[in-house]
Every structure is written in structure tokens, then in C-alpha cells.
């Protein structure tokens, strides 16, 4: 069975510019989340979909932004970058994200801004 | 509010035991996960509880008191390849998970 897909897994961009990351999740599964991890601040929640809607969502500014196909791919959009959005992003999927369901996370896409 | 504690950094030594401690505050409970997260790599699941008490997973073993927030991941027999940054994450009551900051854990030889 194949894990959760990211793409692209290396991305440089410069400061204003948008970005658009991609995840594919676990064939089945309907939840995917999406965070932010950085050196020493750990897993910073962006935002869940589940079955094409978004059912949380974390402490970040309007520009980044979600969405989740009826095949329950999802993709993340950074607009106008800035410096500090240099970072890795995760993706995890789960059967519904729900009570013993485990996230499985991706590899991750890592973000530099110049 | 929502938060997780976990202590930063530990340091330990090949073959002997080392347990990290979390506690949590969450709107609602809905099981508690220990995740691990080698430098460079993507976190891997590693146990998850529900209810009360100590639950075995070969070298790895993960308590949990619901009445006190706090739970705790126990590795014994230590090898240099558990060297590895160990995550605590709640489930809340609205499907989202809470993160701790992550437990960097040294392995000495």
C-alpha cells in the first residue's frame, strides 16, 4: 500500500511570490492535515479537510490557504511569501481523523524563501 | 486553553531505560498518540492510549492517567538508533490534534 505522497519534496522561492504544495493521500483514507514544523517549534497545526471541507483549522494568516479533491487529494497555497515561511511542510492522512486512527504523514515538502 | 508539555532535550545511555513525561490540557479527550521523528524524516506513530494504564509494545511502552493529564513513553534497553526527537500529541473533541514541542532524546554510547 502506498504512504502519503508529497510533491515537490525541495522548493526555493522568493519573497512575494506564491507557492502551491500537493499531497496524495493513503488510498481510503478521507482526513488530511497539514503542518508547519520548523527547527525547535514542532508541529505547527495549519489546517484539516475531510471529505472536500475544512473541519479545523490552525492559528495561521489568511495567505496560506486549502483545498481537498472528491479523491481526496489535497494541495496548500502560500501566497505573497515571506522570509519566515522557510520550513518543511507535512502532510498526514488518516482513515477519518478520528479517535485511534494514526496520522501517517508524508515526507515532506521542504520551503525555502530567498 | 489547548497545550501539551514535554521537556525539551533528555540524555541517555545505550542499554538502560529512559522514560519522557507529557502532560496535557484539551478541550475534550480523545486518546493520547507518541510519535517518533528522526532528523530529517517524517514523525512515525508509535502508540496510542485511551484509558488509564501502561500499554506494551515490545522495547516501547506508553502509560496513561486521564484523571492527572499526564502521560509518559518508557524505552528500555536503548540503542543508538532510538536517538530521535519524540512527540506527544491529544486528541481533542473536535477531531483536531493537540502537538507537544517534540523531545529531543540523546543516545550516549
Known amino acids: 500500500k502506498a504512504g502519503v505522497t508529497q510533491t515537490p519534496r525541495y522548493l526555493i522561492k522568493t519573497r512575494g511570490q506564491q507557492v502551491t504544495l500537493s499531497c496524495s493521500p493513503i488510498s481510503g483514507h478521507r482526513s488530511v492535515s497539514w503542518y508547519q514544523q520548523t527547527p525547535g517549534q514542532g508541529l505547527q497545526f495549519l489546517f484539516e479537510?475531510?471529505?472536500?471541507?475544512?473541519?479545523n483549522k490552525g492559528n495561521f494568516p489568511g495567505r496560506f490557504s486549502g483545498r481537498q479533491f472528491s479523491n481526496s487529494r489535497s494541495e496548500m497555497n502560500v501566497s505573497t511569501l515571506e522570509l519566515g515561511d522557510s520550513a518543511l511542510y507535512l502532510c498526514?492522512?488518516?482513515?477519518?481523523?478520528?479517535?485511534?486512527?494514526?496520522?501517517?504523514f508524508g515526507d515532506g515538502t521542504r520551503l525555502s524563501i530567498l | 486553553g489547548q497545550n501539551i508539555d514535554q521537556p525539551t532535550e533528555m540524555t541517555a545511555t545505550e542499554g538502560a531505560i529512559v522514560q519522557i513525561n507529557c502532560t496535557y490540557q484539551?478541550?475534550?479527550?480523545?486518546?493520547l498518540f507518541w510519535y517518533q521523528q528522526h532528523a530529517g524524516e517524517a514523525p512515525t506513530f508509535l502508540s496510542y492510549n485511551v484509558l488509564d494504564g501502561l500499554e506494551e509494545k515490545g522495547r516501547f511502552s506508553s502509560f496513561l492517567s486521564r484523571s492527572k493529564g499526564y502521560s509518559y513513553l518508557l524505552l528500555k534497553e536503548l540503542q543508538m538508533k532510538d536517538s530521535a526527537s519524540y512527540l506527544c500529541?491529544?486528541?481533542?473533541?473536535?477531531?483536531?490534534?493537540?502537538w507537544g514541542a517534540g523531545t529531543k532524546l540523546i543516545i550516549k554510547p
Open positions: 484539551t478541550s475534550g479527550f480523545n486518546g
Open positions: 479537510y475531510f471529505s472536500e471541507t475544512q473541519r
Open positions: 500529541a491529544a486528541r481533542g473533541s473536535n477531531y483536531q490534534l493537540i
Open positions: 498526514a492522512s488518516s482513515l477519518e481523523g478520528d479517535g485511534n486512527q494514526p496520522q501517517h
